[in-house]
């Protein structure tokens, strides 16, 4: 069974709730939802248009805050930061890969997979090795210098898998991360990331199709703002491994 609420947990949301304006009305986009992620988890995330994933994702990322209720990341009660503090959050603790990639065109893969480590005061030399060992750990050593364009959609991912990487983050957030790619491409993008679990990361896969969420170890789903079913997902699609 998923674990229950523990106050060790990476990821504790307890009681959390999300209320946004429409015109005159309140949404209510999330509703006294609690939730706990361990370290080493691969959780998929479900759930329809509407049905609160998205704002979860937002909040788990530290790109938006809670209308009420708590979530501590790493021990830390993050509810509250200002902008500047979640900002520092994001940037060391979270290792974000979005369906549109999010690369910048004019710069290599490698320089691509730098960017995180922009803002550290790591050497120039560090900050090189950290990116070219991210891209090992994907696979693409041999498209270190070949910029965006001259990829295919399946390795534009890849690199925004080492940037995601490259600060050793506490969790890896992946929102719709195979929502662009052709069926080949999404099943070699998930083997990665079951890989990266294996190796001990924290993934957090964010989606609506069953298939992405099949390679996962525990499926939490939402509907209407609240959790409806919370399992370990027992068979691993296509690989019969567990």
Not at 74 to 82: A, E, I, N, P
Not at 86 to 102: D, M, P, T
Not at 206 to 215: G, Q, R
Not at 218 to 233: H, Q
């Amino acid at each position: 069974m998923p674990q229950e609420q523990d106050p060790h947990a990476i990821i504790k949301i307890t009681e959390l709730s999300k209320v946004y304006m429409q015109g005159d009305h309140d949404v209510h986009a999330l509703r006294n939802v609690s939730l706990s992620v361990f370290s080493n988890e691969f959780v998929a995330i479900m759930g329809q248009s509407g049905s609160g994933k998205s704002t979860m994702m937002n909040i788990l990322g530290c790109l938006d805050k809670p209308t009420s209720g708590h979530y501590s990341l790493d021990g830390m009660d993050v509810s509250r930061l200002k902008d500047n503090d979640l900002a520092s959050i994001r940037n060391l603790k979270i290792g974000f890969v979005f369906q549109s990639f999010n690369l910048l065109p004019k710069l290599t893969a490698l320089e691509n997979v730098e960017l995180p480590m922009m803002y550290s005061a790591k050497p120039r030399a560090l900050r090189r090795k950290a990116a070219l060992y991210a891209l090992e750990k994907v696979g693409l050593e041999d498209r270190v210098k070949h910029r965006p364009n001259e990829l295919s959609g399946g390795q534009r991912q890849r690199v925004a898998i080492a940037r995601a990487l490259v600060n050793t983050p506490s969790i890896i957030l992946a929102d719709e991360p195979t929502g662009n790619l052709d069926s080949q491409s999404s099943l070699e993008i998930m083997e990665i990331f079951r890989n990266l679990h294996a190796q001990g990361a924290t993934i957090i896969v964010v989606t609506h199709e069953p298939e992405v969420a099949a390679h996962t170890r525990r499926i939490v789903t939402f509907r209407d703002g609240v959790i409806v079913s919370d399992t370990v997902n027992s068979v691993e699609n296509g690989s019969g491994r567990i």
